[in-house]
C-alpha cells in the first residue's frame, strides 16, 4: 500500500498531551478530537494537514498518558503515518491496535523537512523523499505485531482468535 | 531465575523463562480503567463480540479525572462507566467514597505484590511499589484485558538503579526520581522495566517508593519495580491482608543496564518547564515567582505527603500572591488528614482543600492556569498545556518545596522557612 503527502515535522518528545490536551478527553469521539489535534504547539495544523500527509518527528514521539485518543486524533486529521527516531511505548501500542502505521527511521527523518512531498509503500517499510529524490528504508515490524496490522487491529485480530477458539465472537 | 519484571511476567504466562524481548500472553490479575479510559475501552469490548468481562473481581473502574462531573460531557462519559460496572457487577467505586485511582487501589487492597496488572491510565505502574508488574495501556488494549483476562507483551529489557547513602533533610521520592529522569532523561528508560534498590530505598517509607514508581513512565518506562521487604509487608497486611507471592532479583539476573546514585548531598529537586527531566536543584529556582501551588494527585497525594506539607504550612500563611490547592489523594487520606488536624491547618493557612480528583494535574479542573501564569506542582507533567493554558508554565516538585514555595510566593527550599 502505498501513500503519498506533505511532511509536518516537528521535534523530540512530542507528548500525547499536545497531540490531543486533556481538556477535550470528555469525549472519545475521533472526528471531535481531530479538531483540536496538536493545537498547543502548532495552532495551524488542523488548518493545514490533508488526506495521506506525514507527521515526520524525532525521538520519543507520543510520549506522556495512555490516551488512545492520541493515535486517533492523528488519523481522523488524514495523517497517514507517522514516521520517527523512536516512538513512546504505550503510543506504539496504541497506534498499532487502531491501525495508524508507524515507521521508526532515524536516516528518513534527518533527511525530511517540513513540506517535502513524502512516498511510502507500508509494505516493504520504504521511504521515498520525492522533494529531494533520497530514499530509506525503516525498521520492520515482528511478524506478530504484523498479524494485528494485517488484521486491521487488535479487536479485529483477538475477535479472530477468538472465533478460532470457539470462545465467544461473531 | 532472572529480574523482578521476568519473574512475575513468567509467572502470569506459559513460559518457564523469559527473555528481554520476547512477545508472550500475560494472564492479568487487576484491570484497571477510568472516567476517561473505560467509556471507550467498553465500545472496544462491544465489538469483540464479547457480552460479559472475564471475572468481575478483576476489574476495577471509577471516575477521577474529571470527577466529580465537570460539564455535561464528563458526567455522560461516568454515566457510561457506571452503568457498565453496575450491569457486570464490577469493583466500582463512586464519588464520596472513591480516591484517585493509584491511591486508592493499593490503600484498598486491591493490588499486591508479584501481581500483573494493566491499567488505562499511564500511571498505573504505580503498583510496583509493592512488587507488582503495573503497566499503562490504551482502551483497545484494555478491552482485550477486560474481555479475555489477558493481554500481549513484549519482556522488557531491566535496568538496575542503586541509591547509596543516607537521604538528607526534606528529600523525598520525588526528589529521587525527578534526579533520575533529569539524568537518564524522558526517554531514558523506554520500554524498560526500572528496578530500584540501594539502601537509600530501603530508608524509603512506601508513600516516596509509591511516587518513584509513579513517575517511571516520564521515564519512558514499561513499569518501576521495588523488592519487597519489611515495610512492603507491614502495607500489605495494613490493607487487605490477602496472601501473595514475592519475587526478589536472582542472582543470574541479567540488566541491560546498571546505575549507581550518591544521594548523600542531594538537594530537592525541581523540573522546569516543559519536560519532567528539565531538573534543577532548588538553590538554582528560587528566582522564579508564582501565581499557584498544588499539592496532591496520584504522585503526591498521599497522608505522608500532606503530613509534610502540613507540618511546614502550620501557623503560617500562603502568600497573597498566589493560590495553594491542596488535594487529598482519596477519602481515607481526606478523613485521615481531617482527624490529625491537617486540614484544618491548610484552611487556617489560607489554602484551598479541594474533594479527591486528579483535577487540575491534567487539566480538567479545579485549578486551571492562564496564560502567563507559573504553578508549582507536586504532580508528575509539566507538558506545554498540561495544566491549563499553553501558555502558562508548570515546574514540579515535593511537598515539601511546594509547602515552602506557597509561603514564600515564589519556589523556595524547605529550609527557608524552617530556619
Known amino acids: 500500500m502505498k501513500l503519498r503527502g506533505t511532511v509536518h515535522k516537528y521535534g523530540a518528545d512530542v507528548n500525547t498531551d499536545v497531540i490531543i490536551p486533556a ?35 524525532s525521538t520519543n514521539f507520543g510520549s506522556g498518558s495512555s490516551r488512545e485518543h492520541a493515535p486517533l486524533a492523528i488519523k481522523a486529521c488524514g495523517v497517514s503515518c507517522v514516521i520517527a527516531q523512536s516512538f513512546a511505548r504505550i503510543f506504539f501500542r496504541n ?28 509494505t516493504s517499510g520504504e521511504i521515498h523523499n520525492i522533494s529531494k529524490d533520497r530514499a530509506y528504508t525503516a525498521n520492520s515490524y515482528p511478524e506478530f505485531m504484523m498479524g494485528i496490522i494485517r488484521a486491521g487491529g487488535l479487536v479485529e485480530y483477538t475477535r479472530r482468535q477468538l472465533k478460532e477458539q470457539g470462545k465467544q465472537g461473531t | ?92 467505586f463512586e464519588v464520596g467514597r472513591l480516591g484517585i485511582e493509584h491511591i486508592l487501589l493499593p490503600e484498598q ?52 538503579l542503586s541509591y ?18 533529569g539524568d537518564i532523561g524522558v526517554d531514558g528508560a523506554l520500554y524498560c522495566a526500572m528496578e530500584f534498590g540501594g539502601e537509600a530505598i530501603e530508608e524509603l517509607p512506601m508513600s516516596g517508593r509509591f511516587t518513584m ?53 542531594l538537594e530537592p529537586q525541581i523540573a522546569f518547564p516543559h519536560l519532567p527531566s528539565n531538573t534543577r536543584p532548588v538553590s538554582q529556582a528560587t528566582h522564579i515567582e508564582l501565581e499557584q501551588v498544588v499539592i496532591g494527585s496520584c504522585t503526591n497525594g498521599r497522608l505522608e505527603d500532606l503530613r509534610v506539607a502540613a507540618a511546614l504550612l502550620k501557623g503560617k500563611q500562603v502568600h497573597p500572591s498566589l493560590r495553594c490547592i491542596v488535594v487529598p489523594g482519596s477519602q481515607r487520606v481526606y478523613l485521615d488528614a481531617l482527624r490529625e488536624g491537617l486540614i484544618e491547618t491548610f ?38 498545556g498540561r495544566m491549563g493554558s499553553p501558555q502558562a508554565e508548570v515546574y514540579l516538585a515535593s511537598p515539601a518545596v511546594a509547602a515552602a514555595s506557597a509561603i514564600c510566593g515564589r519556589i523556595a527550599s524547605p529550609q527557608e522557612v524552617t530556619q
Not at chain 2, 521495588?226 to 512492603?232: A, I, L, R
Not at chain 2, 479527591?356 to 485549578?367: I, K, Q, S, Y
Request: with cysteine.
Open chain 2, 109 to 160: 487492597g486491591l493490588v499486591l505484590p508479584g501481581q500483573v496488572v494493566v491499567g488505562g491510565d499511564s500511571h498505573t505502574c504505580t503498583y510496583g511499589a509493592l512488587g507488582a508488574f503495573a503497566t499503562g495501556m490504551g482502551q483497545t488494549d484494555i478491552a482485550v484485558a477486560m474481555a479475555t483476562g489477558e493481554i500481549w507483551m513484549k519482556v522488557p529489557p531491566t535496568i538496575k
Open chain 2, 213 to 265: 514508581a509513579n513517575m517511571a513512565i516520564e521515564a519512558g518506562a514499561k513499569a518501576g519495580i521495588f523488592c519487597v521487604d519489611g515495610k512492603t509487608r507491614q502495607y500489605v497486611k495494613e490493607h487487605g491482608d490477602r496472601p501473595y507471592t514475592e519475587f526478589l532479583p536472582q542472582a543470574d539476573a541479567e540488566y541491560w543496564k546498571t546505575i549507581e546514585y550518591d544521594v548523600s548531598k
Open chain 1, 95 to 122: 497506534s498499532v491496535n487502531i491501525g495508524l502505521p508507524l515507521l521508526e527511521c532515524a536516516a528518513a527523518v534527518e533527511g525530511t523537512d517540513h513540506g517535502d512531498t513524502l512516498e511510502v509503500d507500508l
Open chain 2, 1 to 92: 531465575m532472572g529480574t523482578i519484571a521476568e519473574q512475575i511476567l513468567a509467572s502470569h504466562s506459559d513460559s518457564q523463562s523469559l527473555k528481554p524481548g520476547d512477545l508472550i500472553n500475560v494472564r492479568v490479575d487487576v484491570v484497571l480503567s477510568n472516567d476517561i479510559t473505560a467509556p471507550p475501552a467498553i465500545a472496544e469490548m462491544k465489538k469483540l463480540g464479547v457480552t460479559r468481562v472475564f471475572d468481575p473481581s478483576k476489574v476495577v473502574m471509577l471516575p477521577d479525572h474529571f470527577c466529580p462531573a465537570k460539564d455535561i460531557k464528563s458526567a455522560e462519559q461516568a454515566k457510561q462507566m457506571r452503568d457498565f460496572a453496575q450491569e457486570q457487577g464490577l469493583v466500582y
Open chain 2, 347 to 384: 484552611v487556617l493557612a489560607g489554602a484551598a482543600v479541594s474533594t479527591p480528583t486528579c483535577g487540575p494535574c491534567c487539566g480538567g479542573h479545579m485549578g486551571i492556569l492562564a496564560a502567563g501564569e507559573r504553578c508549582l506542582s507536586t504532580t508528575n507533567r509539566n507538558f506545554v
Open chain 1, 23 to 57: 481538556r477535550y478527553l470528555n469525549t472519545y469521539d475521533a472526528e471531535e478530537l481531530a479538531r483540536h489535534c496538536m493545537e498547543d504547539i502548532d495552532r495551524d495544523f488542523v488548518a493545514r494537514v490533508r488526506p495521506g500527509d506525514f507527521i515526520v518527528a
Open chain 2, 164 to 181: 547509596h547513602g543516607a537521604l538528607p533533610l526534606w528529600i523525598s521520592g520525588k526528589d529521587l526520581i525527578l534526579w533520575t529522569i
